[in-house]
């Protein structure tokens, strides 16, 4: 039996990460309707969906979304794609309109927006999903079948994550802490749910160093203590990936060993639409503790690290 096209929105049409989006639309062989964004540089959406209503003020498009949805032509889902400070705008409007929301991380910058919009979930009858798309790596789900997550036993964790950015990051919304909840939030939420999602509850947060650049630390989780680093400076990355030319690096450790899991970043986004369109994505109560996690990172007071605690990289 053919399963009929779900009818998709957008919002962020022109960001980075909103082209993941379309593809993960197009291959679950679904449509998208409409767009926004208010920059009309959008050519994207002919690759991908040329019919797609576009619209540059959220006005207009979130009247479109309820005129359709009197006219039975409702959108079922709103990828949300849009900088995280409108998140939760987005979310409740998409909601408000009849649809459910599939949102990127940072899915809010608060836990206690999370608290709010499950109210509005229960409001309307709609339902709030998230791409975690870490927890759809096969490398990583493989890491997490091993695990004896009845052992009281504590790994030993090194995370390390150095995406290089041009001047341009600092100075868009991405480098404002109060629009993109800053680095922890911006490009190590779906890390620290990882972590969360491995080891457990998060008891024990640590912040050593916080700039517009670095942010690191440690963590105790229920099976793990954690040293993290996050960077968008090319100049903390190895040797060996400047020698390539590479300008991404991304390192676990777990009690000394490796984990591999450099590829396979492809089609995760596909992956998270596939389970959240059979019901079996990730919810507000999914994200909770990552979320409240890099809240805490935001606030808390910077301390100085131990020999045991200092993460390699602030050591050198």
Known sequence: MTIPSR????????????????????????VLTAALDPFDSVGILDSYFPDAEFFTQPEIFERYLHDARRQGAGVEYVGICSPNYLHDAHIRMALRAGADALC?????????????????????????????????????????????????????????????????????????????GGLASNIGVHFFDMLSWLFGR????????????VAAGYLEVERARVRWFLSIDPSYLPAEQQAR??????????????????????????????????????????????IATVARMRTQPVVSATPDTVHRFLRS
């Open 104 to 180: 990127e991380k940072p899915i809010v910058l608060n836990p206690e927006d999370i608290t709010a919009l499950k109210e509005v979930e229960e409001e309307t009858g709609r339902r709030v999903w998230t791409i975690l798309q870490l927890r759809a790596h096969a490398a990583l789900e493989q890491v997490r079948a091993g695990l004896n997550v009845q052992s009281t036993d504590k790994h030993d964790v090194d995370l390390s994550y150095i995406t290089s950015r041009g001047t341009w990051y600092l100075r868009s919304w991405k480098g404002r802490t109060e629009q993109s």
């Open 245 to 290: 030319g590479q300008r991404t690096y991304r390192s676990i450790t777990i009690d000394g060993q490796e984990v591999e899991f450099s590829e396979g970043f492809t089609d995760l986004h596909t992956e998270v639409y596939r389970r959240t369109l059979a019901g079996q994505g990730f919810s507000l109560d999914d994200t909770y503790e990552a």
């Open 7 to 30: 009818r998709f929105a957008l919002t962020g049409a022109s960001g980075y990460i909103a082209p993941r989006h379309l593809k993960a639309i197009k291959d679950t062989g679904n």
């Open 202 to 213: 998060i008891e024990h947060v640590e912040v050593h160093e916080r700039s517009e650049t």
